[in-house]
C-alpha cells in the first residue's frame, strides 16, 4: 500500500540539485520519480527510486538532510476522472492531502501522496479496495 | 585540590592590603619606565606615591587596544628588552598586532596561575595532557604549556590541525586532559565520529576551554560528545594570555588570579564603576608583571562579578559567563543584541547544529537581523518531508528568539556542513551596514 520516499532538503540555490544527483548517480541508484516542493529559499525534493535504503544511506554520509517516510502509492485508471476517483474515496472521509504527485512507468499509472491521517487513510484504501503497490512491486515496474 | 592556599584562600582583608601594595610598585615603576604612562599620570597630576591603596584605583587612567596599537611594537614596555625572554603578538586582523613581551619573571607568574587553573579542574601529575591550543605568536598553546609542565603532568603539544592524528593520539596514550577552543572541542567531536571513534575508546576525563566566548548550552554538547567534563579557562594576551580566571569543580564563575591581575566592572559608555553584580565591561590591572604592565585594560568582555564566597574554599572573586564583547555588541533597531544568546538559543534545540550566523542589514531605514542555522538532519524524524514541518521549525526558533532577544529575526535554514566553520574562532557576525 505504501512505498519508500525520500525528501532532501535543498537550499534553493543554483548547483545544490546537481551535487545531489551526482551523489545518487555515483552509487547506481535508478530514479524512478522525482519532485520538487519549493519556497524561495529551500525546497523538499522528494524521491522514490531503486534500493532506497542505500540511496538513503549514501544521501546521509554525503551530509545531506535526507529524510525517509513511507507514502501511500494508488494505482488510477490512465483516463479522464482516474485521479479524482480514488481521492474522493479518501476526502470523503474527510481525509486532507498534504502533497500529491504521479508518475506513469510500465504504462500504469501512480498516485503518490501523504495524508493528514495515515492510520484512517489505510483503512479507506483497504475497505474500499483500491488498486495498491509497495516497494517489491515497484521495483519490479522498474 | 588547591594549587596555592596561600594565595587562593587568602582572607579579603590581606588580599586588599597585597594587591593595593602592588598597585603602588606597579604604578611606580611604569611612571618611570614607560613614557606613555608618566604622561597620562602627569595630565591627572598623579605622583605614584598618591596611589596607596587598591581603592585608589580608579583615578588612574585606562589603557585602550587602540593605546596598545598606537604604541606598536614596543612603546608600552618597562623592561630593558635585554630582561624579555619571550614575545607573542595578536593576530592583528584590524591593524598593527599588539607586542607583548615576557620576563623571565613573567613566564614564572603564568606558569604558576596556569597551574591554579589546572589544579582546580583536578588535572595533576598522573595526568596526560594535550594543549590543543595553536602553539605560535598566540598564547594559548604555550601558555597552557607551561602550567601542564609546571605542576608534572606529561604535555602533548598537539596544537591545532591533524586533528586525525591528534585523535588517534587522545586515544592510543591515554590522555585524560585537553585545553583547546570550545569549537574546536566540538570539531574533534565531528571528526571523532566521521572517523568510528567512540568516547567509551578514548580516556578524556577535563577539558579546560577558554580563548572564545561559550554557554552552557555548548558545555553539554562537548561534556555529551567527548565524555569529559568541562571546565572555563579565561585569559587575554594583553594580560598574561590564558590563566586569568579558572572555573573549580562547583563551576559558579571563574576564579581570577587577583594577586596577579586586579579587575573592576566598569560601565562600557561612562566608565564608571558599575554596582556589585551588574553586567558591564571587564577591566584588568596587571599587579606583578614586568615586561609589559598594563594599567585599567579595558577587555571590551562583558560579565559581572559574582557576588559571595565559593564553597571551593577559594576567597578570590569570580566572574560570570562572558555576555559577549562591547564590540561584538550588536545594535539592531536601538535593541542591544549579543551572538551569544542566539547561540544559546540555537544550541538548546537538538534539530540544529551548534553553528550559526547572524547578518545584519539595513533595507530601507529599517535594521533587519537573519539568523542563518545548521540543520542536523539524524533528528529529523518522518515528518521532515513536508514544508509544513520546515516553517514549523522555522517558526519554533523564530519565536525563542524574539523572546530572548525582543527583537524579530529572520530564520534560515541551511544544509548540514554548509556554515563556514575555522579551526580557530568562529566568526558569528557578518554585518552589512558598515558599507553604508
Given amino acids: ?61 554525503a551530509n545531506v538532510a535526507v529524510t525517509r ?73 522498474a | 585540590m588547591i594549587w596555592n592556599e596561600n594565595k587562593e584562600c587568602m582572607s579579603r582583608e590581606d588580599m586588599r592590603a597585597l594587591q593595593g601594595k602592588r598597585l603602588h610598585k606597579i604604578v611606580t615603576y611604569v611612571y618611570h619606565n614607560v613614557p606613555f604612562y608618566r604622561k597620562k599620570l602627569q595630565e591627572r597630576d598623579i605622583r605614584p606615591d ?9 583615578r588612574l587612567p585606562f589603557t585602550t587596544k587602540q593605546d596598545l596599537r598606537d604604541n606598536y611594537p614596543f612603546g608600552l614596555q618597562a623592561a630593558p628588552q635585554s630582561e624579555i625572554v619571550r614575545i607573542h603578538a595578536s593576530s592583528g586582523t ?49 601558555g597552557a604549556h607551561y602550567g601542564v609542565e609546571n605542576i608534572g603532568a606529561a604535555v602533548l603539544p598537539a596544537s591545532i590541525g591533524n586533528t586525525e592524528k591528534h585523535l588517534h ?35 578524556l576525563r577535563v577539558g579546560a576551554f577558554g580563548a572564545e566566548p561559550w554557554t ?36 559558579q564563575g571563574s576564579h581570577i588570579n587577583e594577586d596577579h591581575f586586579f579587575p573592576e566592572i566598569v560601565d562600557p559608555e561612562t566608565l564608571e564603576p558599575v554596582d556589585a553584580g551588574t553586567v558591564g565591561e571587564l577591566v584588568f590591572t596587571t599587579l606583578t608583571k614586568e615586561g609589559m604592565p598594563i594599567l585599567r585594560y579595558r577587555t571590551r568582555d562583558l560579565c559581572s562579578i559574582l557576588p559571595g564566597t565559593c564553597s571551593c574554599g577559594r576567597t578570590s ?7 559577549g564583547r562591547t564590540d561584538d555588541m550588536l545594535i539592531i533597531r536601538g535593541i542591544n543584541v549579543f551572538p551569544s544568546q542566539v547561540e544559546s538559543v540555537v544550541l538548546s534545540m537538538k534539530e540544529f547544529a551548534p553553528r550559526y550566523l547572524l547578518v545584519v542589514d539595513r533595507i530601507g531605514n529599517l535594521d533587519t537581523l537573519q539568523v542563518q542555522v545548521e540543520l542536523r538532519q ?27 532577544l525582543s527583537l524579530t529575526a529572520k530564520v534560515n535554514l541551511k544544509s548540514p556542513g554548509t556554515l563556514a566553520r575555522s579551526l580557530g574562532k568562529d566568526s558569528h557576525v557578518i554585518d552589512h551596514r558598515k558599507q553604508y
Wanted: charge should be negative; proline fraction near 2%.
Fill in chain 2, 94 to 142: 584590524t591593524g598593527n598586532p599588539t607586542i607583548v613581551g615576557y620576563t623571565r619573571k613573567d613566564i614564572g607568574v603564568w606558569s604558576e596561575c596556569m597551574s591554579r587553573c589546572l589544579t582546580a579542574y583536578g588535572v595533576s601529575r598522573n595526568d596526560t595532557f594535550s594543549v590543543a591550543y595553536g602553539y605560535g605568536l598566540f598564547t594559548g598553546g604555550l
Fill in chain 1, 69 to 141: 517516510s513511507k507514502v501511500f502509492a494508488l494505482e488510477v485508471e490512465n483516463k479522464p476522472g482516474g485521479a479524482a476517483k480514488a481521492i474522493s474515496t479518501i476526502s470523503k472521509e474527510g481525509i486532507g492531502i498534504s502533497y500529491l504527485y504521479s508518475f506513469i512507468v510500465r504504462e500504469k499509472c501512480l498516485l503518490i501522496f501523504r495524508t493528514d491521517d495515515a492510520e484512517r487513510a489505510a483503512d479507506v484504501i483497504r475497505k474500499a479496495k483500491l488498486p495498491t503497490i509497495d516497494d517489491d512491486k515497484l521495483v519490479e515496474f
Fill in chain 2, 216 to 251: 552552557e548550552e555548548m558545555r553539554r554538547e562537548i561534556e555529551d560528545k567527548l565524555g569529559l567534563k568541562a571546565y572555563n579557562l579565561y585569559g587575554l594576551s594583553e594580560i598574561m594570555g590564558p590563566c586569568v580566571s579558572y572555573e573549580c569543580p562547583r563551576q
Fill in chain 2, 378 to 404: 539524524e533528528y529529523f524524524d518522518e515528518n521532515f518531508d513536508t514544508i509544513a514541518t520546515f516553517q514549523e521549525l522555522e517558526k519554533r526558533l523564530a519565536d525563542r528568539l524574539k523572546s530572548v
Fill in chain 2, 317 to 323: 572573586l569570580r566572574m560570570g559567563h562572558i555576555m
Fill in chain 2, 169 to 203: 593520539l587522545i586515544r592510543d596514550l591515554g590522555v585524560s586532559g585537553i585545553a583547546c577552543t570550545p569549537s574546536y572541542a566540538l570539531y574533534l567531536a565531528e571528526t571523532m565520529k566521521r572517523m568510528g571513534i567512540t568516547k567509551e575508546q578514548i580516556r
Fill in chain 1, 1 to 61: 500500500m505504501t512505498i519508500t520516499q525520500l525528501s532532501v532538503f535543498l537550499e534553493n540555490k543554483a548547483g545544490t540539485l546537481i551535487e545531489m544527483l551526482e551523489t545518487l548517480k555515483q552509487a547506481s541508484i535508478q530514479l524512478i520519480a522525482i519532485t520538487i516542493a519549493e519556497t524561495a529559499e529551500y525546497g523538499i525534493c522528494r524521491i522514490i527510486c531503486s534500493e532506497s535504503d542505500k540511496a538513503y544511506n549514501v544521501l546521509r554520509e
Fill in chain 2, 50 to 58: 598618591d596611589i596607596q591603596s587598591i581603592d585608589d584605583i580608579v
